[in-house]
């Protein structure tokens, strides 16, 4: 079973732009979340979606947002990008069965894109 | 406020030598906890997870972990490590209380094993 997927692998951006990354699942899993990683912040959740909604949001600017489709692929979106926005993205997707104890399943990460922002 | 902390950031071991990497979570009712691994130029990988039960843990590559309730921590152990355990190394929890999916990270801890 092929992994999680994320394209592009790199992006070199200048700030004031804004950027789509894009996310494949696992197939079958139906919830993917979204983290961003930093040598000084280390792994901060942004947001999770399921079923084409978002259940759950980090700590970060309205700049920072996504969505889910009906395939369960999703992207996120920077707007408005700031040099503080260099980071590695990471997707994570899981099956989460609602309904079965905790509902709860483990996350498999993608390799990520590496966003630098000049 | 939900937290994994992970003490050591930087750990230098020989080869065969044991390893044990500190994890300790702060109470926010029931837990999820896992252990990830980053190798060099690589993705984030599952090294294992403990949802319940036998508070023992057993994951890939002959890592285990224990689940100790009472000191809140999630300790991931090697007996003997080997040059390719060389990584970065994660701890997570997913708080349930939350009642949405959302993995809580340590900082990492950096592991160099020299041959």
């Known amino acids: 079973k092929a992994g999680v997927t994320q394209t592009p692998r790199y992006l070199i951006k200048t700030r004031g732009q804004q950027v789509t990354l894009s996310c494949s699942p696992i197939?079958?899993?139906?919830?993917v979340s979204w983290y961003q990683q930093t040598p000084g912040q280390g792994l901060q959740f942004l947001f999770e979606?399921?079923?084409?909604?978002?259940?759950n949001k980090g700590n970060f600017p309205g700049r920072f947002s996504g969505r889910q489709f009906s395939n369960s692929r999703s992207e996120m979106n920077v707007s408005t990008l700031e040099l503080g926005d260099s980071a590695l993205y990471l997707c994570?997707?899981?099956?989460?069965?609602?309904?079965?104890?905790?509902?709860?399943?483990?996350?498999?990460f993608g390799p990520g894109t590496r966003l630098t922002v000049l | 406020a939900q937290s994994v902390s992970q003490h050591n950031h930087h750990v230098i071991l020989s080869e065969a030598a044991s390893l044990e990497l500190g994890c300790n979570y702060s109470?926010?009712?029931?837990?999820?906890l896992f252990w990830y691994v980053q190798y060099p130029g690589q993705h984030l990988q599952l090294l294992l997870k403990?949802?319940?039960?036998?508070?023992l843990v057993k994951g890939i590559k002959g890592f285990e972990a224990e689940f100790i309730k009472s000191k809140f921590s999630f300790n991931l152990r090697k007996p003997s490590v080997q040059w390719s355990d060389t990584a970065e190394y994660f701890c997570?929890?997913?708080?349930?209380?939350?009642?949405?999916?959302?993995?809580?990270f340590g900082t990492g801890t950096r592991l160099l094993v020299s041959p």
């Open positions: 994570a997707s899981s099956l989460m069965t609602p309904g079965l104890a905790g509902g709860r399943d483990t996350q498999y």
């Open positions: 997570a929890g997913d708080y349930m209380n939350t009642g949405f999916q959302k993995l809580v």
């Open positions: 109470y926010g009712g029931t837990v999820n």
């Open positions: 197939s079958g899993h139906r919830s």
């Open positions: 979606y399921f079923s084409e909604t978002q259940r």
């Open positions: 403990y949802f319940s039960g036998d508070p």
